[in-house]
């Protein structure tokens, strides 16, 4: 509980508003139904403006940083959630044309959202106490969601779908005000570049050798992880499972992540960030693995454990160690990049799976477990080197303070 109370009460704040956000926040879910039932559009159509709403959110997350560290995170985070907000609760009023450009913005606006509150979240906190304070975010977005997609459910089918994108586009906007009451402006002043400070990204990302290891990981390891929401329902569907037992399977995820998530963080805050997200990503691998036995009952049920297991380990933290990583004047350019290369599945997963199930089904699997294991063993190497630079480094210190001074 002492390592609770150091997060910072803004943190806790900020959550509170994470968790009654991400509580409405469940349009996404049910975009697929809305756009081929009441506005009557063909299943390519749907996918199309699916994948270009997907494509929005995945920019957004690339660049939100940006914005942030020029202008200010808590600004970024403002007027994004306000922009998203508003877009989502008009689109019942729209006409279904105006669509293929409300909702790609709306989703970059989003997830600029998203990177500007991961920033916000690593400039209030100082280092040390930011994997325990990013598990609180994490918890409270977990706890939202699991109950937003029950309420959508009761809102789609008992009113209309409409209601869902009301109730999204005002809970984004009620996000905005809350942040602004919560977050004083002071806390979250964009950072300049000193003297002794790199001011481009790319020499910053440089003498971080171990990011540019992580990163690209972190980016496979999506692309494989999202599959349960693609090809694996298929797989199962193909092999006898029925729709149920699929929902089934992902309440085990929110169950775990509920029950564990943050236990683990603050259990795990003082071991080595990368040997645990090197696990995390072998773990992910590890769980498309269990499908080569077969898709019996326990066999799934490894699978989703396996995988959800692997994400508390690695999704924490590895935000909070590019956080870490990161200069005070680039945290939102850094996290711009992790948040991009950690929600990229969205729109790769679904496009790569499914063309490798649909030539090749029985490479699928193997593929994933191959991609997850080189993933994580790249993290954990890159671990080891940097622990050897660092004892090397610490040596010729000490060699160094040993030597009489002439």
Same mark, same amino acid.
């Given at each position: 509980m002492r390592a609770l109370r150091e997060v910072p009460r803004t943190v806790w704040l900020l959550a509170c508003g994470t968790f009654v956000n991400m509580a409405v926040s469940v349009s996404f879910a049910f975009l697929f139904l809305y756009l081929t039932g009441p506005r009557g559009l063909s299943a390519a159509e749907a996918g199309l403006l699916s994948g270009a709403g997907g494509a929005g959110l995945v920019a957004g997350n690339f660049t939100g940083g940006w914005y942030g560290d020029r202008f200010g995170h808590r600004r970024v985070l403002l007027a994004a959630a306000a922009t998203s907000g508003l877009l989502l609760a008009a689109v019942p009023a729209l006409p279904t044309w105006a669509l293929y450009v409300v909702l790609p913005l709306a989703q970059y606006a989003s997830g600029a959202?998203?990177?500007a509150n991961s920033a916000l979240v690593a400039a209030i906190v100082p280092e040390g106490s930011r994997r325990q304070a990013f598990a609180v975010v994490r918890a &409270?977005?977990? %706890? %939202?969601?699991? #109950? %937003?997609p029950l309420l959508g459910a009761f809102a789609a089918t008992h009113f209309s779908y409409d209601w869902l994108y009301v109730a999204e586009g005002l809970g984004t906007v009620a996000l905005a005000v809350w942040t602004a009451q919560v977050v004083p402006a002071r806390a979250a002043a $964009?950072?300049? $570049?000193? &003297?002794?400070?790199e001011a481009a990204l790319w020499p910053a990302l440089r003498a971080r050798p171990t990011l540019l290891v992580l990163l690209p990981a972190i980016l496979v390891t999506d692309i494989i992880y999202r599959q349960q929401y693609s090809t694996f329902p298929v797989f199962l569907a193909d092999h006898g499972t029925d729709t149920q037992a699929y929902g089934a399977l992902l309440a085990i995820n929110g169950g775990i992540l509920?029950?564990?998530e943050l236990p683990t963080a603050l259990a795990l805050r003082h071991r080595s960030p990368l040997h645990?997200? %090197?696990a995390g990503l072998l773990l992910v691998g590890a769980a498309y693995g269990a499908l080569l036995l077969g898709t019996t009952t326990p066999t799934t049920i490894a699978m989703m454990t396996l995988l959800t297991l692997g994400? #508390? #380990?690695?999704k924490t933290t590895a935000t909070a160690y590019v956080a870490d990583q990161a200069p005070d004047h680039l945290q939102g350019r850094f996290q711009s990049l992790y948040a991009g290369a950690s929600i990229s599945g969205v729109v790769l997963a679904a496009p790569l799976g499914g063309a490798l199930y649909e030539t090749a089904p029985s490479v699928l699997w193997p593929l994933c477990a191959g991609l997850g294991a080189t993933a994580g063993a790249a993290v954990l190497l890159s671990a080891k080197r940097t622990n050897t630079a660092d004892r090397r480094t610490a040596e010729a210190d000490r060699d160094s303070a040993s030597q009489p001074v002439a």
């Open positions: 959202q998203r990177a &409270a977005a977990n %706890g %939202g969601f699991t #109950l %937003g $964009p950072k300049q $570049p000193t &003297a002794h400070h509920l029950c564990l645990i997200v %090197g994400e #508390l #380990l690695y």
